[in-house]
């Protein structure tokens, strides 16, 4: 098992900046990846950003390229989501999730931190 724990929401204005946590327990030997989601009132969830913890590796949702980067403390096996330049529909609540294996899906899931953008 491994658990996630995300940190870090709350309430900005446009064009403002939040870093988000995650921090994972457990089974983290068993992690490969670990991604953030988000789920906007009414929407879809939707990709934001993944991490390889081998390497580093990055790719981003073509929304948040340029503003958002998600980077990694293996010391403290927590990876963050540096956001700047938010706008309002960003406004969403973001999850983490973990990817156990290459091709493999998230298994597993943080319990989301509400992010609002006011305008």
């Known amino acids: 098992q491994v658990q996630l724990v995300e940190s870090g929401g709350g309430l900005v204005q446009a064009g403002g900046s939040l870093r988000l946590s995650c921090a994972a327990s457990?089974?983290?030997?068993?992690?490969?990846?670990l991604g953030w989601f988000r789920q906007a009132p009414g929407k879809e969830s939707e990709f934001v950003a993944r991490i390889v913890w081998s390497g580093g590796s990055t790719m981003y949702e073509d929304s948040v390229k340029g503003r958002f980067t998600i980077s990694m403390d293996n010391a403290k096996n927590t990876v963050y989501l540096q956001m700047n330049s938010l706008k309002p529909e960003d406004t969403a609540v973001y999850y983490c999730?973990?990817?156990?294996?290459?091709?493999?899906?998230?298994?597993?899931w943080g319990q989301g931190t509400q992010v609002t953008v006011s305008s």
């Open positions: 999730a973990a990817q156990t294996g290459s091709g493999l899906g998230y298994d597993y």
């Open positions: 457990g089974r983290t030997f068993s992690r490969y990846a």
